[in-house]
């Protein structure tokens, strides 16, 4: 799943069927995170009561943080499906 931080924390309690169908999260936007009240580990703490064994990836298209180590997972052979 992609996730853009612009969304709020609250998404995993509220959607939680989605996000317990996942095995990864990148979650997106992560260069507007000094310009947004996004609290990750609350957000962290959120999607862990629904699916604590999603993968988190921080990244920034705009800016290509974090988009290497998700490539890397993804090559590695790591993916499975969770549920």
Do not use: H
């Not at 995170?33 to 699916?51: G, S």
Request: net charge negative; with cysteine; hydrophobic share 45%.
């Amino acid at each position: 799943m992609v996730y853009a931080i612009t969304e709020g924390e609250d998404k995993p309690l509220k959607y939680p069927v989605m996000f317990r169908s996942v095995e990864a999260i990148c979650i997106n936007k992560m260069d507007l995170a000094p310009y947004l009240d996004f609290d990750m580990e609350l957000f962290n703490r959120n999607l862990a009561a629904v699916n604590p064994l999603a993968r988190v990836f921080e990244l920034s298209a705009r800016t290509g943080e974090g988009v290497e180590e998700w490539i890397s997972w993804l090559l590695s052979g790591q993916v499975e499906r969770v549920g």
